[in-house]
C-alpha cells in the first residue's frame, strides 16, 4: 500500500497562481496530477515517468501549467500559473509503482493508488 498525499488547494483569481504539491510514501515508477469536475471524468493534467526522465503536460495547459519532481521519486509539484475560472476542478495526485508505454499514462485507470484530492477554485 502507497499513502498519496496532496497540499497546496486553495482558491485564488484569475490570472494568480498555486503551487500543489504531492508525496507519496514509498518510489513511484510514475507520478502524475489529474482533475476533475463534478459529473466530468478526470482529466490528464500532466505526470514525470522518472524510468526515462521525462515529463509531460497536457497540450492544452503547456505554457501555464509545470510539472517537477525530485530524484526520491515520491515528491511530484505542479505549479499553475495564469489560471483560469476553467481551471476550478479538484486536483488528484496518482502514482504507478511500474513502468507503461506513454500512450498509457494519460489514462486514470492505469495509476495504482490516489491521493484524496485538493480543491482549486478559480474566481473573482
Known amino acids: 500500500q502507497v499513502e498519496v498525499i496532496e497540499s497546496g488547494g486553495g482558491s485564488v483569481q484569475p490570472g494568480g497562481s498555486l503551487r500543489l504539491s504531492c508525496r507519496a510514501s514509498?518510489?513511484?515508477?510514475?507520478m502524475a496530477w489529474f482533475r476533475q469536475t463534478p459529473g466530468q471524468e478526470r482529466e490528464f493534467v500532466g505526470n514525470r515517468d522518472w524510468g526515462v526522465g521525462r515529463t509531460n503536460v497536457a497540450e492544452s495547459m503547456k505554457g501555464r501549467f509545470t510539472i517537477s519532481g525530485d530524484s526520491t521519486r515520491t515528491a511530484l509539484t505542479l505549479q499553475m500559473n495564469a489560471l483560469e475560472p476553467e481551471d476550478t476542478a479538484t486536483y488528484y495526485c496518482?502514482?504507478?509503482?511500474?513502468?507503461?508505454?506513454?500512450?498509457?499514462?494519460?489514462?486514470?485507470?492505469?495509476?495504482?493508488?490516489w491521493g484524496q484530492g485538493t480543491q482549486v477554485t478559480v474566481s473573482s
Open positions: 514509498r518510489r513511484t515508477s510514475i
Open positions: 496518482a502514482v504507478r509503482m511500474n513502468r507503461i508505454v506513454l500512450s498509457g499514462q494519460r489514462s486514470p485507470e492505469n495509476y495504482d493508488y
